[in-house]
């Protein structure tokens, strides 16, 4: 789970998740999905596991780590 202060850091981007850990971070969404391709083709089984989001900017944190 990504804690307070990466979320504070990445306040108002695109982030790139495995299993709830930030892997990469954009404020393009198209860079995100770039980076999933190039580093998740070949594995297939990780497809459920991958998850891009964007973190609002002004957005309070506490709601975002419950």
């Not at 892997?23 to 594995?43: G, P, T």
Request: net charge negative.
């Amino acid at each position: 789970m990504a804690t307070q202060e990466e979320l504070k850091k990445f306040s108002g981007e695109w982030v790139l998740l495995f299993d709830d850990q930030i892997i990469d971070h954009s404020v393009n969404i198209e860079d995100m999905l770039k980076v999933a391709d190039e580093k998740f083709a070949q594995n297939n089984l990780a497809e459920e596991r991958i998850k891009i989001s964007r973190i609002p900017q002004g957005t309070p944190r506490e709601s975002i780590l419950q």
